[in-house]
């Protein structure tokens, strides 16, 4: 597509339930990623993904958040027993490639976003 | 860990008024660096970058210098229009290991700029 969608743009849910947010990257771009947009915390990394593999998942903050990501396009970010903590706008970006040190095309096209409210 | 830290906001600015948004890092090597904004209603995008030390990113009159010597790539615009009214965050990604490409955000500043 044109650019990066997310959905739902709004999400609105009971604590204890689950969640999956989706995201559709550019066509074309292998590297996926997720962040989480806090108030008062700015944008926190989450997990990347190349291709269909994660490398990283070292900002998934516990076990009840996990990702997957299929034919290399489509990703699924899901929140299982969700905790009103859990309440903030999940990006996701995609690019060409991933930065493999200076002078690399790393800019990262963003999503709008998903906004989970847990109640 | 590799961090960025920007001025708190809001800024409130007159329009044609002069705008500096300090950013300041903390890594190892040599990262690369950027400026994303994201306008009411929109998503993040890429405003500027620079990839080496002493390298100047510019776009739409804004520009910021890579500066190793402070770990500064501070934002600037010479006159700010009411259009620029935006969240601004500074980024980094590392450039070695496992994190190459993960960018690293500060908090984002707010600029409100009145006509």
């Known amino acids: 597509g044109a650019g990066v969608s997310q959905s739902p743009s709004n999400k609105v849910t009971e604590k204890g339930k689950d969640v999956e947010l989706r995201c559709d990257p550019i066509?074309?771009?292998?590297?996926l990623y997720w962040y989480r947009q806090s108030l008062g915390q700015g944008l926190e990394f989450l997990i990347y993904f190349q291709g269909n593999s994660a490398p990283d998942k070292s900002g998934l903050p516990s076990d009840r958040f996990s990702a997957e990501r299929t034919g290399g396009s489509v990703s699924t970010l899901t929140i299982q027993r969700t905790q009103q903590e859990d309440s903030a706008v999940y990006l996701c970006?995609?690019?060409?490639?991933?930065?493999?040190?200076?002078?690399?095309?790393?800019?990262?096209?963003f999503g709008q976003g998903t906004r989970l409210t847990v109640v | 860990g590799d961090s960025v830290t920007q001025m708190e906001g809001p800024v409130t600015l007159s329009e044609e008024a002069f705008l500096t948004i300090n950013c300041t890092y903390t890594?190892?090597?040599?990262?690369?660096l950027f400026w994303y904004v994201q306008y009411p209603g929109e998503g993040l995008q890429l405003l500027l970058k620079?990839?080496?030390?002493?390298d100047k990113g510019s776009n739409k009159g804004f520009e910021a210098t890579y500066r190793k010597e402070t770990t500064s790539f501070h934002l600037e615009k010479g006159s700010v229009q009411v259009s620029d009214s935006a969240v601004y965050f500074c980024?980094?990604?590392?450039?070695?290991?496992?994190?190459?490409?993960?960018?690293?955000f500060g908090k984002g500043t707010k600029l409100s700029v009145k006509p």
């Open positions: 620079a990839t080496k030390a002493d």
């Open positions: 066509s074309g771009h292998t590297a």
């Open positions: 980024a980094l990604t590392p450039n070695y290991g496992g994190s190459q490409g993960n960018l690293i």
């Open positions: 970006a995609s690019s060409s490639d991933r930065g493999q040190g200076a002078g690399m095309n790393t800019e990262a096209f």
């Open positions: 890594a190892t090597g040599y990262p690369s």
